[in-house]
C-alpha cells in the first residue's frame, strides 16, 4: 500500500499545442488521416472540419468494417431491432460530448416531419431513476431533481469542475442530508446543550484563518457538536469556508470535521442496523466525511496536479485512509460505483480497483456537476443516435470515408532515436472494394431515420455474393482474409495522423513504435482493458405484468457477471416486430478475462466467447431474473422461456419452452482488442500519453485510453480526447474551451 501522502503527479508529456507538422510543405490544404471511427475520433473530426478552418483541413476517415462507432457502434438486425455492445447511458456532466451532439444535429437541420429524431432533446430523454441493487434484492431506488439548464448549455462564470465546488457541493448536501434525518436520531440532544450555534455568529467567522481557528475552537469546546442541530450548523460552517477558499488553514477545519465524523457515527452507530434507508443515508455521509478531510489532508486545493495527485490508491484504500468506514466502503453504492465503471481487473469481480483520483472525480461530477438529469438515455440505437448524425454532418462538410480499410501497421520514417520521429507510412488491408469504385454508402433508412446495419450491405461490394457466402467477418481482430492492400505515404497521401483505435489494437498496429519507444511499450503494459459482455432481452409481457413496480430504471451493482441492467422499453417503439415485445431490458458487465493459454490468435477464440457469454447469460436469467422481475417466474420458480419474443415467430405461432429460446435474443462478447474496455486502475494513469504528445510530429492520438485529464472508460473521456487531438493539430478547440479539461 502506498504512503499516506500527496504523490506528485507523473510529468511525463511534452506538450505542444497546434504544432505538427506538415511534410508536403502544404499549408493551407493539409491531409489529416483520421484510423477509426470511435468516439474520439468523430469528435476530432468534427472539431477539424469546422467551417473556421475554411477547408485546410481535408480529411479521410478510414475505418475496418461497414459502420462507425467503436465501443459504442449499434446495428439495426432482424425486426429492425437495435443490438448494441452493450447498454450505453451518457451522464449529465459529459459536457463536451453533449456539446458536439447539439451543434451535430442543430447543423443537420432535419425536418421534423420527415425524421422522428430531428432534434438532439429528440435523441436523448432524462433518466431520474437510478437504482442500486445487491444479489439478493433490488433497493436504493433514488429519483435525482433535475439539474439547472441541460447538458451542452454554455457555462455560466461559476465553473462546476473545480475541487472547491466539489467540497462546497459536498458540504452542502451533507448538511441537507443530516437536516432530514428523522427524529429518531438524538431525539433528546436536539432538545439542546450549550449555545444555541442555529443562531450564534460563529458561522460567519471566517474571515481569517485565526478567526476560522476562534470559531472552530468555539464549536469544539462547547459540546455543541452532540446535537444533529449543532452538527448541522458546524457543516454550515464548513460550507462557509470551503467557499471562501482559497483561504489559507483551511486545514484547520480538521479537528472539527474529525469531531463532526465521530460524534455522526456515535448517534448513526444505535439506528442504522434496523433501518436500511438511514443506513444509506449514514453511508454517503460517511463517504462525504472521508472525501472531506481526505482533501484537506492532501491538500487537493492547492495541489497543481489536483486530484490526479491520490492516483496511486484505489478509490476504497483512499477513503479508508482518510476515515470511512468499512461498512460504507463495501455498501451497495460503493459497489454500484465500481460496477458503472467496469472497474475489475483482468474481469474478475474479486479485484476491483479505480484509481482513487479519477473515482472520486467521476463521483463528484456525476453527482454535483450534472445539468438536465443525472443519466440519459437514448431514444434509438447508439449508432442511430450519435454516429450516423455525425457521419451525415461531416459527410456535409466535405470528410471523406473509407470503410472496410483495417490499418494493419503504422510505420515510422525517422530512426527510432531521433525525437521528435515522424510517421512515413499507414499500411492498410482493404478488406472489400467497392463496386465501381464508389465511396460505400454506410446507412439504412428505417422509417425516415438513418441507421446502421448489423451487417455490411454486400450489394454495394465487389463479389459480395461470395464474401457473405464465405462468412467473412470484416469487425472480427481474427480475420485475415483481404481483398487487397494499401500503403498511404507521408507528404503524398497524407500529412497527419489522428490515431482513433481503441487502446487494445496498439500492439498490433504500432508495433514499431511500441518497439523502439518506452513511453508507448509502458502505456500498453500498465493501461489495462477488459473484455464485456452483454445481453438484451424482449419479453412478450409488460414490466408490471412480470412484477416490476415503478417507472423505468437503470440500475447497478446488481448480480454479478451482468451487474447493470436499464428498462430500455422506449426502444420498442423503433423496431418492427412481427410480434411486439412490451418490455426491453438490457444487462451488461465486465467479462472474466479468459485463461491465457485460450486466448489463441483464432477465429474459434472469438466463437467460444461468445458460446461462454450464452451460458453464463442463461445461468443468470435463470438464477437473478427473478429478483427484478418475480412474476417472470412459473409456480416452481423457474423463468418462463416462453416470454422471449423471437423476431422470426408470427402471429399465433406457439413459442418454445425452453432456454433454446434464448437463442432468438441478442448477446455479445467484446473480446476483440480494439473494443476491450479501458479501466483506470491504480498507478497505470502516469503511463497514459496525451493527445498533446510531441513524440512523433505528425501523429496524435485519440481516445478513452490517452491522458485526456477525465481519464476513465466513457464516452466523454473519448470527446474530450478527440478535442484535444483536433487541438495538437490546429489549436483549437481551445484548451479552456474543453469543458472540465482540468489537466495542469
Ligand atoms: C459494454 C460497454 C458499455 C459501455 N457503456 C458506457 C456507458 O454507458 N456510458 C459511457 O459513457 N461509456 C460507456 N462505455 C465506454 C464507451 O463505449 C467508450 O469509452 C467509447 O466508446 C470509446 O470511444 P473511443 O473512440 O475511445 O474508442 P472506440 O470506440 O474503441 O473506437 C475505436 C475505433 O477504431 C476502429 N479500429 C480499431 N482497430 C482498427 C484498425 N486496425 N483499422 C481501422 N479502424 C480500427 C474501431 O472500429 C473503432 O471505430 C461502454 C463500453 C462498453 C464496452
Not at 161 to 175: C, D, E, G, K
Not at 537 to 557: C, F, Q, V
Not at 694 to 708: P, R
Request: glycine share 8%; aromatic share 10%; with cysteine.
Amino acid at each position: 500500500m502506498p504512503a499516506v501522502g500527496p504523490v506528485t503527479a507523473c510529468e511525463n508529456v511534452l506538450h505542444h499545442f497546434g504544432k505538427m507538422k506538415s511534410r508536403s510543405g502544404r499549408t493551407d490544404r493539409i491531409e489529416v488521416a483520421i484510423v477509426g471511427g470511435g468516439c474520439a475520433a468523430m469528435a476530432a473530426a468534427v472539431e477539424l472540419s469546422r467551417p473556421q478552418h475554411r477547408g485546410k483541413y481535408h480529411i479521410t476517415v478510414y475505418q475496418s468494417g461497414w459502420r462507425l462507432g467503436g465501443k459504442g457502434a449499434s446495428g439495426r438486425g432482424p425486426a429492425d431491432r437495435i443490438e448494441e455492445h452493450g447498454l450505453h447511458l451518457w451522464m449529465g456532466f459529459y459536457e463536451n460530448a453533449f456539446r458536439l451532439m447539439r451543434e451535430c444535429y442543430a447543423e443537420l437541420g432535419r425536418d421534423p416531419l420527415k425524421c422522428r429524431i430531428a432534434d438532439w432533446r429528440d435523441a436523448f430523454v432524462a433518466e431520474p431513476f437510478i437504482g442500486i441493487g445487491s444479489e439478493a434484492r433490488r433497493q436504493w431506488l433514488a429519483h435525482f431533481p433535475p439539474g439547472d439548464g441541460l447538458p451542452g448549455d454554455p457555462l455560466t462564470d461559476y465553473n462546476p469542475f473545480t475541487t472547491s465546488s466539489y467540497l462546497v457541493r459536498s458540504a452542502t448536501l451533507l448538511r441537507t442530508l443530516l437536516a432530514s434525518v428523522p427524529p429518531t436520531v438524538d431525539e433528546p440532544a436536539r432538545q439542546g446543550r450549550g449555545p444555541d450555534p442555529s443562531t450564534s455568529a460563529f458561522d460567519l467567522n471566517i474571515a481569517s484563518s485565526a478567526e476560522m481557528q476562534a470559531t472552530v475552537r468555539q464549536y469544539l469546546k462547547y459540546g455543541v457538536l452532540t446535537t444533529v442541530t449543532g452538527l448541522v450548523s458546524a457543516l454550515r460552517f464548513v460550507e462557509l469556508a470551503f467557499r471562501a477558499a482559497p483561504l489559507p488553514g483551511l486545514n484547520l477545519l480538521m479537528p472539527l470535521l474529525e469531531t463532526v465524523a465521530e460524534n455522526l457515527n456515535q448517534q448513526f452507530a444505535g439506528v442504522i442496523a434496523d433501518d436500511p434507508e438511514l443506513r444509506s443515508v449514514w453511508e454517503v455521509v460517511d463517504l462525504l466525511l472521508a472525501f472531506q478531510r481526505g482533501a484537506l489532508r492532501f491538500n487537493l486545493l492547492s495541489e497543481p496536479s489536483g486530484f490526479d495527485c491520490l492516483n496511486a490508491y484505489d478509490t476504497r484504500e483512499w477513503l479508508r485512509l482518510n476515515g470511512a468506514s468499512e461498512r460504507s466502503i463495501n455498501s451497495d453504492l460503493m459497489r454500484g460505483l465500481y460496477d458503472l465503471a467496469m472497474a475489475y481487473e483482468d474481469g474478475d469481480v474479486r479485484r476491483p480497483r479505480m484509481a482513487a483520483g479519477l473515482g472520486l472525480r467521476a463521483c463528484l461530477r456525476m453527482f454535483f456537476t450534472y445539468r438536465g438529469a443525472m443519466m440519459w438515455k437514448m431514444q434509438a440505437g447508439m449508432g442511430d443516435i450519435v454516429f450516423a448524425p455525425f457521419y451525415e454532418v461531416l459527410k456535409r462538410r466535405g470528410v471523406s470515408f473509407k470503410f472496410f480499410h483495417r490499418l494493419r501497421n503504422v510505420s515510422l520514417g525517422a530512426p527510432a532515436t531521433e525525437a521528435p520521429g515522424h510517421v512515413a507510412a499507414l499500411e492498410f488491408d482493404v478488406q472489400a472494394e467497392v463496386k465501381n469504385a464508389d465511396e460505400y454508402q454506410p446507412l439504412i433508412d428505417i422509417r425516415g431515420l438513418p441507421c446502421w446495419p448489423s451487417a455490411p450491405d454486400y450489394g454495394q461490394l465487389v463479389d459480395g455474393a461470395r464474401l457473405r457466402a464465405e462468412g467473412w467477418e470484416f469487425e472480427s481482430h481474427w480475420e485475415r482474409r483481404r481483398s487487397g492492400a494499401m500503403t498511404l505515404q507521408v507528404g503524398k497521401d497524407f500529412d497527419l495522423v489522428v490515431l482513433g483505435v481503441g487502446l487494445g489494437a496498439i500492439p498490433d498496429v504500432c508495433g514499431e513504435i511500441v518497439a523502439s519507444n518506452p513511453r508507448w511499450a509502458a502505456m500498453v503494459e500498465r493501461v489495462k482493458t477488459i473484455p464485456t459482455q452483454a445481453f438484451q432481452l424482449w419479453l412478450r409481457t409488460d414490466m408490471a405484468s412480470l412484477g416490476w413496480e415503478g417507472l423505468p430504471t437503470t440500475m447497478s451493482g446488481f448480480a454479478k457477471p451482468f451487474d447493470t441492467w436499464a428498462d430500455m422499453r422506449h426502444l420498442i417503439r423503433e423496431e418492427k416486430w412481427p410480434v411486439r415485445p412490451r418490455s426491453l431490458i438490457y444487462l451488461c458487465g465486465a467479462m472474466r478475462e479468459p485463461p491465457k493459454t485460450r486466448r489463441r490468435e483464432s477465429h474459434n477464440f472469438a466463437k467460444r466467447c461468445r458460446e461462454q457469454v450464452r451460458d453464463d447469460a442463461v445461468a443468470w436469467i435463470r438464477s437473478n431474473l427473478r429478483t427484478i422481475l418475480p412474476k417472470s417466474v412459473n409456480t416452481s420458480g423457474k423463468f418462463r422461456w416462453e416470454l422471449l419474443v423471437d423476431p422470426g415467430e408470427s402471429v399465433g405461432s406457439r413459442p418454445s419452452r425452453d432456454e433454446s429460446r434464448f437463442a432468438s435474443q441478442f448477446w455479445t462478447a467484446n473480446v476483440n482488442p480494439s473494443d476491450r474496455y479501458v479501466l483506470s486502475v491504480p498507478g497505470s494513469i502516469e503511463y497514459r500519453i496525451s493527445p498533446l504528445d510531441y513524440s512523433y510530429d505528425n501523429l496524435t492520438i485519440a481516445g478513452d485510453w490517452t491522458d485526456c485529464g477525465l481519464n476513465l472508460g466513457c464516452v466523454e473521456s473519448a470527446f474530450i480526447s478527440g478535442r484535444l487531438a483536433a487541438h495538437a493539430i490546429a489549436a483549437l478547440p481551445k484548451l479552456e474551451d474543453i469543458i472540465g479539461y482540468d489537466h495542469p
